[in-house]
């Protein structure tokens, strides 16, 4: 696994925080393979993975229709094995409520021989990302 992966990963959260939704599904291409997966808190509400670059641009909108702010703020981005595992905090504000959080987060990437994205586990229990990456806190 190489540093490229953990500047893509970097790469990614810079593109979600700029809040440009354009250049970020522009950028999904360069930075995604097209049978990405994405498995999350909100696969769980929708009951399926989102896939491919649709599904990602689906699981945008569906982040954005819940909450009026959502920034990813970087605690650790490295790669575990043959995986990058990205622990950050998330600040946010519901659309509707207003409600202010704030909240740790992690995410399991993995990448295909092409070094794009190829999967992302999103973990609301950061133990959990790194129980899955075989490290244990």
């Known amino acids: 696994m190489s540093q490229q992966n953990v500047e893509t990963v970097r790469a990614l959260i810079g593109?979600?925080?700029?809040?440009?939704?354009?250049?970020?599904?522009?950028?999904?291409?360069?930075?995604?393979?097209?049978?990405?997966?994405?498995?999350?808190?909100?696969?769980?509400?929708?009951?399926?993975?989102?896939?491919?670059?649709?599904?990602?641009?689906?699981?945008?909108?569906?982040?954005?229709?819940?909450?009026?702010?959502?920034?990813?703020?970087?605690?650790?981005?490295?790669?575990?094995g043959d995986q990058v595992i990205a622990i950050v905090t998330i600040d946010a504000r519901g659309r509707a409520s207003d409600v202010a959080l704030n909240f740790p987060s992690a995410s399991v990437i993995e990448f295909g021989t092409d070094d794009r994205v190829t999967r992302v586990r999103i973990y609301p229990d950061v133990n959990e990302a790194l129980k899955a990456v075989g490290l244990e806190e």
Not at 20 to 40: F, K, Q
């Open 15 to 80: 593109l979600w925080n700029a809040r440009d939704r354009g250049a970020l599904a522009r950028s999904l291409a360069d930075y995604c393979d097209p049978a990405i997966e994405l498995e999350g808190p909100l696969s769980s509400v929708s009951g399926e993975t989102y896939r491919g670059y649709a599904g990602i641009e689906r699981w945008v909108l569906d982040l954005d229709e819940q909450f009026l702010e959502w920034r990813i703020s970087i605690d650790d981005v490295r790669h575990e």
